[in-house]
C-alpha cells in the first residue's frame, strides 16, 4: 500500500478504573496486547495496541484508569492517562454503567468536553446491562460532551465492536502507516511477557496480592 491509499490515527482510550478498556483494546486487535484483572488500575502505563482494519491502521493507547490520585503512584498512572491523549485523533470514552463511579466520571468528563479532539462515547457490557437504563445513560452523557457518535458493546464477548470499530477507522486520517502489518503492540516481548505474568499474579492471588507487586 501507499501513503495515498492508507490512513494511519491515534485513538485513546479513556474511562475510570476497571471500565474494560484493557478487555476493549484486545478485542479490537484481535488478540491479547493489554492486562486485565478484576482489581482497578492494573494498567499502570501507557501501552499502544495496533489494530488493522482494511488499509487504515489505528494506534490503541490502553491509558492507566482516570481516578483521583492520592499516592504518588496514583499521581503518576494519571499523568500517563492524560499524556496518552495528547497525540490521539480521537478519544474513546469507556463507561461500565454496571458501576458508573460517578464521582471518577464527572471530571472526566469536564476534561474530555473542553478537549478539541473526536469523541465517541463507548457503553459496555450490553450483555449484562438492562436496555432502558442503558439508553437514558447514554442521553445524560451525550447531554455533557459532545459525543460524535455512541456505541452499546461487550468488550468482554465483542458484541458491538466492529462496528464501532468501522467508525474509529473513518475517523483516522490519510498517511502511512506507523508499524508493520504483523506488528500487534508497541511493547517488546520482554514487556509484554512481564505483564502477562502480573496479570496471571492478580487473577491466582486476589486479595493477598499488594497493588505494588512488580515482576
Request: charged content about 25%; glycine content about 6%.
Amino acid at each position: 500500500m501507499t501513503q495515498e491509499t492508507t490512513k494511519c490515527g491515534v485513538v485513546a482510550v479513556l474511562g475510570a478504573p476497571n471500565a474494560g478498556k484493557s478487555t476493549l483494546v484486545n478485542q479490537l486487535v484481535g488478540q491479547k496486547v493489554a492486562i486485565t484483572s478484576a482489581k482497578a488500575q492494573t494498567t499502570r502505563a501507557r501501552m499502544m495496541g495496533i489494530a488493522l482494519h482494511g488499509d487504515t491502521q489505528m494506534i490503541l493507547v490502553d491509558t492507566p484508569g482516570i481516578f483521583a490520585p492520592k499516592r504518588r503512584l496514583d499521581r503518576a498512572m494519571v499523568s500517563a492517562a492524560w499524556e496518552g491523549a495528547e497525540a490521539a485523533d480521537a478519544l474513546l470514552l469507556l463507561v461500565d454503567p454496571l458501576k458508573q463511579r460517578r464521582h471518577e466520571l464527572e471530571p472526566l468528563l469536564e476534561q474530555i468536553a473542553a478537549r478539541p479532539e473526536r469523541k465517541i462515547l463507548v457503553l459496555n457490557k450490553v450483555d449484562r446491562a438492562k436496555k432502558e437504563p442503558l439508553l437514558a445513560l447514554a442521553q445524560e452523557l451525550t447531554a455533557k460532551v459532545e459525543f460524535e457518535t455512541v456505541y452499546f458493546v461487550s468488550a468482554l464477548t465483542g458484541d458491538g465492536v466492529d462496528e464501532m470499530k468501522d467508525a474509529l477507522a473513518a475517523m483516522m486520517p490519510e498517511g502511512a502507516w506507523m508499524y508493520p502489518e504483523d506488528q500487534v503492540s508497541d511493547a517488546s516481548e520482554r514487556l509484554l511477557a512481564t505483564e502477562i505474568t502480573r496479570e496471571q499474579l492478580y487473577q491466582q492471588l486476589h486479595e493477598e496480592l499488594p497493588y505494588d507487586s512488580a515482576v
